[in-house]
Structures are given as C-alpha cells and as structure tokens.
C-alpha cells in the first residue's frame, strides 16, 4: 500500500495550489484522509481532515483558505490551497487509516511530502 503525495512547489503570497495524495495497492477500504504539514524543529499538525463519509475540519489557521476534498473512486484526496500565506511553508504529509481486508482493523500510512514553499 502506498500513498503517493503531489502538487506541492514555490508560489508568491496571495496564490494557490493543489495538492493531491492517492491510495494504490490492495485495499478494501480507506477510512478518515487527513493533511498534515510540518516546519523543521516544529512538531507535524493537523492542517485539514475528512472522513470517509466526507465530514471535513480544518486548523483554524487555514479555515476559509483551504478546502479538502476526496474522490473515493479513485483513492484521492485534494487540499485547495487559497491565499496562501509564508507561513504556510512547510513539508505537506497526507495520511490515511486503510483497511486491507474486510476483517482487518484499519492501520495507519503517510504519504512521502510534498514540499509547499510561499514567498512574501
């Protein structure tokens, strides 16, 4: 199972970006999909979540920014990213608690990061 993160990159303060992080392997089901980023010497945090039934929440700093979706078709989840702001530079992980069977109990897999980098 892997989750394979992407769309991160350098835009200017004010702009956006898409990031996406798709589930690939055998699996039987993908639960809670979370966004999490992390500065170097910081702690990773919660920046956005949503559940499999579409349920979303969102760090307060990013509220009426960012917006994350998923499409259960295809495994993938999406964090439009608005207004961005220098503070928002960080390391992008995605993380999901997937289910490998019917019986198994879900387990939980991060994404690689992707790199989002906003200049002032």
């Known amino acids: 199972v892997q989750l394979q993160a992407s769309g991160g990159g350098l835009v200017q303060a004010g702009g956006s970006l898409r990031l996406s992080c798709a589930a690939s392997g055998r699996i039987f089901r993908v639960n809670d999909m979370g966004w999490y980023r992390q500065t170097p010497g910081d702690q990773r945090e919660l920046v956005a979540g949503?559940?499999?039934?579409?349920?979303?929440s969102y760090a307060d700093s990013v509220k009426g920014r960012f917006t994350i979706s998923r499409d259960n078709a295809k495994r993938t989840m999406y964090l439009q990213m608005n207004s961005l702001k220098p503070e928002d530079t960080a390391v992008y992980y995605c993380?999901?608690?997937?289910?490998?069977?019917?019986?198994?109990?879900?387990?939980?897999?991060w994404g690689q990061g992707t790199l989002v980098t906003v200049s002032s």
């Open positions: 949503i559940t499999g039934g579409g349920s979303t």
């Open positions: 993380h999901a608690d997937i289910k490998l069977t019917y019986w198994a109990t879900s387990r939980a897999y």
